[in-house]
T-cell receptor
Framework: KQEVTQIPAALSVPEGENLVLNCSFT??????LQWFRQDPGKGLTSLLL?????REQTSGRLNASLDKSSGRSTLYIAASQPGDSATYLC???????????FGAGTTVTVRA | EPEVTQTPSHQVTQMGQEVILRCVPI?????FYWYRQILGQKVEFLVS????????KSEIFDDQFSVERPDGSNFTLKIRSTKLEDSAMYFC???????????FGPGTRLTVT
């Protein structure tokens, strides 16, 4: 059974600092990995999707890397802003079906 | 941009009552999913649905749960007799044929009292 772990569980940084969020998964036979943002009490906003054949994906200030063999992904957020405060979830899609396995998330607070 | 919608945004019900959560997937999508997130816990897969039948379901999805596509646009999750532990945010997602990505709706917060 796929287990997805996110470390740290919470992170507080001053505005302008770069953020590094980690995700690890136990079964490397994945099809893709997705990063989501969740604001308190709200839905899931997809940020980046990395296919298993890719090493990284970038969107604006966001960059996600994937090392499938070691079961790790990292989300980098450059020059953080207070508006980046949210919970960030990673989710893994296995190679043989479509159900996503989610991590518990990293809750980020960016202090002005 | 097309999006998945869900109604209601918040539903309060008494224990033992039936609830139906509604989702309108993106119009040309063929694959549908329900997930739930109990407060403070991980998002968990419940069920996937394709071609008018369940493709896969988790251990959580017991006989109290059912899904239906009653018409060409809606996708529903029914809980027959709600329990306190069914209180959670329920997310619907849909995917097009050949798509890599599931697109999530904004969720329905279900509170069982």
């Amino acid at each position: 059974k796929q287990e997805v772990t996110q470390i740290p569980a919470a992170l507080s940084v001053p505005e302008g600092e770069n953020l590094v969020l980690n995700c690890s998964f136990t079964d490397s036979a994945i099809y893709n990995l997705q990063w989501f943002r969740q604001d308190p009490g709200k839905g899931l906003t997809s940020l980046l999707l990395i296919q298993s054949s890719q090493r990284e994906q970038t969107s604006g200030r966001l960059n996600a890397s994937l090392d499938k063999s070691s079961g790790r992904s990292t989300l980098y957020i450059a020059a953080s802003q207070p508006g980046d405060s949210a919970t960030y979830l990673c989710a893994v899609r296995p190679g043989n079906d479509y159900k996503l396995s989610f991590g518990a998330g990293t809750t980020v607070t960016v202090r002005a | 941009e097309p999006e998945v919608t869900q109604t209601p945004s918040h539903q309060v019900t008494q224990m033992g009552q039936e609830v139906i959560l509604r989702c309108v997937p993106i119009s040309n999508h063929l694959y549908f999913y329900w997930y739930r997130q109990i407060l403070g816990q991980k998002v968990e897969f419940l069920v996937s649905f394709y071609n008018n039948e369940i493709s896969e379901k988790s251990e959580i999805f017991d006989d109290q749960f059912s899904v239906e596509r009653p018409d060409g646009s809606n996708f529903t999750l029914k809980i027959r007799s709600t329990k306190l532990e069914d209180s959670a945010m329920y997310f619907c997602a849909s995917r097009g044929n050949g798509d890599y990505e599931q697109y999530f709706g904004p969720g329905t917060r279900l509170t069982v009292t």
